[in-house]
């Protein structure tokens, strides 16, 4: 089956605390985006990649970081979470950025 | 650069009525337009996508929408709600042409009561 599968789905942690938020396709996708999502602003891009060791900083990328080792691997690291980074986080992919996107199950981060 | 409005935050309707979200974009040149369905605690799903082929483009469950260029819209219509409509709607935006990425609208709630 075709998917994005992110990990984890729920995580509360405190601020300053480094955290890694995977995410992981099966489609053989060259393009893959994070993006968050806060009520009342839809979704907004964080960072995006085009192929393997290729990344590129979307609309809201502070405090965030990527990487693209791998084709189907494309983890979002926070390594000084804080609170204004509580949000719900998808992962996506896509053949090329402007076709169909598909996305994660999405993963709520709570930072106290 | 492209971008896309959304009105409405919210649209309540009665089960077995006209849906209609409305959707503008706005794009220097031809876009890519879709809208993605968002239920419950999950990710997005595509529901429909327009890619300058027909402008009239059907979608799962239902939906449809019609992109209009005179008047920069892409809104979504179904002719009778469903209870299992009620999610959240995004529009999106792209551009048929280079490495364009997807730009989404704030997203319309829609309400669907008994």
């Known amino acids: 089956e075709a998917q994005v599968t992110q990990n984890p789905r729920y995580l509360i942690t405190v601020t300053g605390k480094k955290l890694t938020v995977t995410c992981s396709q099966n489609m053989n996708h060259e393009y893959m985006s994070w993006y968050r999502q806060d009520p009342g602003l839809g979704l907004r891009q964080i960072y995006y990649?085009?192929?393997?060791?290729?990344?590129d900083k979307g609309d809201v990328p502070e405090g965030y970081k990527v990487s693209r080792k791998e084709k189907r691997n494309f983890p979002l690291i926070l390594e000084s979470p804080s609170p204004n980074q509580t949000s719900l986080y998808f992962c996506?992919?896509?053949?090329?950025?402007?076709?169909?996107?598909?996305f994660g199950q999405g993963t709520r981060l709570t930072v106290v | 650069a492209q971008s896309v409005t959304q009105l409405g935050s919210h649209v309540s309707v009665s089960e077995g009525a006209l849906v209609l979200l409305r959707c503008n974009y706005s794009s220097s040149v031809p876009p890519y337009l879709f809208w993605y369905v968002q239920y419950p605690n999950q990710g997005l799903q595509l529901l429909l996508k327009?890619?300058?082929?027909?402008?009239l483009v059907k979608g799962i469950n239902g939906f449809e929408a019609e992109f209009k260029k005179s008047e920069t819209s892409f809104h979504l219509t179904k002719p009778s709600a469903h209870m299992s409509d009620a999610a959240e709607y995004f529009c999106a935006v792209t551009l048929n042409s280079g490495y364009s990425t997807l730009t989404f609208g704030k997203g319309t709630m829609l309400l669907v009561s008994p």
């Open positions: 327009y890619t300058s082929a027909a402008t």
């Open positions: 996506a992919s896509s053949s090329r950025p402007n076709t169909e996107a598909f």
């Open positions: 990649s085009m192929n393997v060791e290729v990344t």
